[in-house]
């Protein structure tokens, strides 16, 4: 069996799909994508099919050792994202020729389900108390939401308040025994991060998201140690080597890779498994499309700190398509009491209506995260 075509689609809202063809029929999906990044995310994707047009697809551990080390420079969101799209394909025609779903070639499931979360509130938290009741009273037990706007490295304890009063409104609207992430989304500076993370420790949120930039994780030390609400962080990290330090570190509690992202299936379950060994949980980041999703769900079945899955339905970006739509069969991602049951199809366990694709195709995107600037003229972190 050779790989014969691999062929791109930057479908609304804002998402990239791939699809990687066989001389034997066999067809698989991807999700290579960096959000607002997606045509150059498709040009790298485009430059790995010089490779790997010919080849065996079977090879999928080989395939992305050269997709990663036989190029000079390596790692970063673009090349790991494009190779995240490939390897997922790849195990999705892998599974189809086996006839079987991924995790059972992963070493088979240790769950039957996985609990998932669902978005409230928006990039600038609105109506958020509304918001989680509307998600709790649809069956969901837990939801994230962006705890600010944007903050400056040492901003007014007004706007520490007006934090603390919307987690304190969402808290009042669940109930004790429902989950509350609240994601700093890399808005906030260390010092207002530390006064954060002890103010919102009453309210008991499951965790704090990227409570700082990923590439000032050595201030999750002083955050760690000024809060006991759980510390996770990892979204835009890309390797098992970008997550080694953290994890040695100790002093984050949940990792947050996203398999669109960081390597795809292969590097993640490697990822998903050093956690483990620092008794750390994992909390797959996966704000994107239905392809990205069934990936992470083959994962965590076999993952067993995996405690929650990120998923888009409803999301504030899902405007023009939301993540149903491009599926055959949306019931494979019915939310039963807040957890989703393991898909059982063979590869990815999804079918891709590829008829729509194209239709959606033909209109595309050009989907870039908002601008911010503080009052004072300086860029702010969206």
């Known amino acids: 069996m050779k ?45 790995l099919s010089d490779y790997l047009i010919g080849k065996d697809p079977m090879r999928i551990e ?6 990663y080390r036989a190029g000079f420079y390596r790692g970063g969101p673009i090349l790991m994202s494009a190779i995240a799209g490939i390897d997922q394909a790849l195990w999705d025609i ?19 389900s996985v609990r998932v979360y669902s978005w409230i509130g928006g990039d600038r938290p609105v109506d958020v108390a509304i918001g989680a009741k509307e998600k709790a009273e649809a069956g969901f037990t837990a939801v994230k939401m962006n705890a600010t706007e944007e903050l400056q490295y040492i901003d ?6 007006e934090v603390i009063e919307r987690v304190a409104k969402v808290r009042e609207a669940v109930g004790d025994d429902f989950g509350i992430g609240i994601d700093f989304h890399g808005r906030v500076h260390k010092p207002m991060a530390k006064y954060l993370a002890k103010e919102l420790e009453p309210y008991r949120p499951m965790f704090l998201e990227e409570p700082v930039l990923p590439e000032n994780n ?17 979204e835009r990290m890309f390797s098992r080597w970008d997550f080694k330090k953290l994890l040695s570190d100790g002093y984050v509690d949940i990792i947050q890779p996203d398999l669109s992202h960081a390597g795809g299936i292969t590097e993640c379950k490697k990822i998903f498994a050093m956690a483990e060994a620092y008794d750390v949980a994992v909390a797959p980041h996966c704000p994107l499309g239905p392809i990205a999703l069934a990936a992470c769900l083959q994962v965590d079945a076999t993952a067993h700190n995996v405690f929650i899955q990120e998923q888009s339905l409803g999301i504030h970006y899902n ?15 019915e939310y039963k009491a807040g957890s989703v049951a393991n898909l059982s199809e063979p590869g990815l366990g999804i079918k891709i209506n590829e008829d729509y694709v194209k239709q959606k195709e033909k209109i595309g ?18």
């Open 3 to 47: 790989i014969i075509n691999m062929e791109c689609f930057i479908v609304p809202p804002r998402w990239l799909f791939l699809k990687i063809e066989t001389d034997n029929g066999l067809v698989g999906w991807g999700e290579p994508v960096v959000e607002g990044r997606a045509h150059t995310v498709k040009a790298a994707v485009e430059e």
């Open 62 to 67: 080989d395939h992305w050792q050269v997709m």
């Open 94 to 112: 892998k599974g189809k020729y086996y006839q079987t779903p991924i995790y059972e070639l992963l070493g088979g499931a240790c769950r039957d």
């Open 156 to 161: 007014s304890f007004k706007k520490m308040d």
């Open 218 to 234: 050595e201030a999750l030390r002083e955050i760690a140690h000024a809060t006991t609400i759980p510390i996770a962080t990892g």
């Open 319 to 333: 405007e023009e398509s939301d993540l149903l739509d491009y599926l055959e069969d949306s019931s494979v991602f």
């Open 365 to 382: 995107h050009k989907w870039r995260n908002p601008v911010w600037r503080h009052k004072d003229g300086t860029i702010a972190e969206w």
